[in-house]
């Protein structure tokens, strides 16, 4: 069965740096996006991206996120001058167009910035 | 404000007993989904049961019910003979096409 797979399972990296985490949708989908998951809370949405940009952030996609699907396969989150706040665990998802709206999560990366 | 409110924080059930996890949201919308996901210690969420809002009947799922009330804004889980790899968080999750509101969840745990 088609899944959608994430890379790295874990990113550890200091304050200040820049972190890009991967993301392979499953193929055919059409509709992508990022959602994280602080330790101990709820998950969070991120991003919606459809037709090679974004359809939709929240308050938290501040102008140090930026998301890419830089080929016809991966899906990518970029932070830039990350915070020790921004660490958590960071799930990609993707859905098909059409009414069911079900999203198929990826396993997520966990990222710590120390 | 759409939000969705899970107000059991934590639960516990024998095994093969029966258990009930209890959502509700706020929305205007008139049509959305209603999810289920599951989160074990791996962390990665897994669907349980989906629901349309649409729907009047109730989604199954072997040994998973939802027991949805549109009026009321309540989207209940049940799950039946509980087992041990039930034990997980458990998210309710509502979804009008672009993105997830998720509640805080439920950890569940299964008794042996």
């Known amino acids: 069965e088609p899944e959608v797979t994430q890379t790295p399972s874990h990113q550890v990296t200091q304050m200040g740096q820049e972190v890009i985490l991967r993301c392979v949708p499953i193929?055919?989908?059409?509709?992508f996006y990022w959602y994280r998951q602080i330790l101990g809370q709820k998950v969070e949405f991120l991003v919606s991206f459809y037709n090679n940009e974004i359809s939709e952030k929240s308050e938290i996609f501040d102008d140090r996120f930026s998301v890419e699907r830089p080929d016809g396969s991966n899906f990518t989150l970029k932070i830039r001058s990350t915070k020790l706040e921004d660490s958590a665990m960071y799930f990609c998802a993707s859905r098909l167009q059409g009414h069911s709206y079900e999203q198929y999560f990826g396993p997520g990366t966990r990222l710590t910035v120390t | 404000a759409q939000t969705v409110t899970q107000s059991q924080p934590e639960m516990s059930v024998q095994e093969a007993e029966t258990v009930t996890l209890s959502c509700t949201y706020d929305t205007s919308e008139s049509n959305y989904y209603l999810f289920w996901y599951k989160q074990p210690p791996s962390r990665q969420m897994i669907l349980v049961i989906r629901?349309?809002?649409?729907?009047?009947q109730n989604a199954t799922e072997n040994r998973f019910s939802v027991n949805f009330q549109k009026a009321a804004k309540s989207f209940s889980l049940k799950i039946s003979d509980s087992q041990l790899g039930d034990t997980a968080m458990y998210f309710c999750a509502w979804n009008t096409g672009n993105q997830f509101y998720f509640g805080t969840g439920t950890s569940l745990t299964v008794i042996p």
């Open positions: 193929s055919n989908h059409l509709y």
């Open positions: 629901q349309e809002a649409y729907k009047q």
